[in-house]
């Protein structure tokens, strides 16, 4: 996890094991929360790769379980990295920033599906990097989520797996009460505030 965002968390009261938050000072009221609220998570148990170069779809296309050509700027989907046996090695959420791709998978995932991934580079024109410090994800869930949102970014992604980018945040749509949000480390602090 960044520093600076760990930092800013922590500030927010986070209590941290393992380098994952638990809870912000009262556990078992946050999870009634969760059933009863609207609220706002950070997502720091995933990391994300970031795989970049010309020939990042076609690889990406050899290499993952689903058709990589449905991915776009504005719908994101789920793959895997399966063995050659078919044996499901992991499984991660993808979608666009620009000309790359945006794979986040579980943190402890990240390096192993890197290297993973990098042996079978060889002559293509990919690179693939480690963006888990660079990138926070968060989560809005509950029934007034899509109205923060509206408020803060405009119009929202209408269908499930739908990705809304802003300058200052991507905005992914899971159900119309589920939401992740991805942004910079720096932009996080401020967008933590307003939501």
């Known amino acids: 996890m960044n520093p ?35 609220v706002l998570c950070d997502l720091n148990q995933f990391g994300t790769l970031r795989v970049s170069g010309e020939d990042a779809q076609s690889f990406l296309q050899n290499m993952l379980s689903n058709d990589i050509h449905e991915v776009s700027a504005d719908h994101a989907q789920l793959s895997s990295l399966n063995s050659p046996k078919g044996r499901m090695q992991a499984t991660m959420l993808i979608w666009r920033n620009g000309d790359d791709y ?7 995932l990240c390096e192993p599906m890197r290297k993973k991934l990098s042996m079978y580079v060889l002559r293509a024109k990919v690179k693939i990097s480690d963006a888990s410090d660079e990138i926070v994800s968060l ?31 991507g905005v992914l749509k899971f159900s119309d009460t589920r939401f992740q949000v991805s942004t910079t480390t720096q932009y996080a602090p401020t967008l933590w505030q307003a939501l």
């Open 139 to 169: 989560g809005l869930s509950g029934e007034n989520a899509q109205e923060i949102l509206s408020k803060q970014f405009g119009e929202l992604p209408q269908l499930p797996f739908g990705f809304t980018d802003t300058e200052q945040a």
């Open 102 to 108: 945006l794979l986040q998978l579980p943190r402890a």
């Open 4 to 38: 600076d965002w760990q930092q800013f968390l922590t500030q927010q009261g986070a209590t941290f094991d393992a380098g994952l938050i638990q809870h912000f000072g009262d556990a078992a009221a946050e999870l009634r929360a969760t059933v009863q609220s609207t």
